[in-house]
């Protein structure tokens, strides 16, 4: 299966974006997905997961209550949903997606074996 992000973008702090990881290749209506960020210097993030029918969400304590991740297997595609943009938000977005996730592990990158090629969110203070 091939991923592609996309929908990053410049935006201003308190603001939203909605970014999209759409696949193609292969169904991935049983594939849990994803989203990971990096920033500049940093390490490689989770932000948020879902499993492949949305039934559970998970998400990183820096962003919940604030960002939202779908799905539309119907669309072979995942949202993340920012709302409330902060600066510290800044990095490069990627998703990523695998049949054999368990929920004990899917805040770990090394799990997912299919990436996007990640999108670029900025937000100004």
């Known amino acids: 299966v091939q991923l592609q992000a996309f929908g990053g973008g410049l935006v201003q702090a308190g603001g939203s974006l909605r970014l999209s990881c759409a696949a193609s290749?292969?169904?991935?209506?049983?594939?849990?997905v994803a989203w990971f960020r990096q920033a500049p210097g940093k390490e490689r993030e989770f932000v948020a997961a879902?499993?492949?029918?949305?039934?559970?969400?998970y998400y990183a304590d820096s962003v919940k209550g604030r960002f939202t991740i779908s799905r539309d297997n119907a669309k072979n595609t995942v949202y993340l949903q920012m709302n409330s943009l902060k600066p510290e938000d800044t990095a490069v977005y990627y998703c990523?997606?695998?049949?054999?996730?368990?929920?004990?592990?899917?805040?770990?990158?090394?799990?997912?074996?299919?990436w996007g090629q990640g999108t670029e969110v900025t937000v100004s203070s």
């Open positions: 290749g292969r169904t991935f209506s049983s594939y849990a």
């Open positions: 990523a997606a695998d049949p054999r996730v368990y929920s004990d592990y899917v805040r770990e990158p090394s799990v997912y074996d299919y």
């Open positions: 879902t499993t492949w029918n949305g039934g559970s969400t």
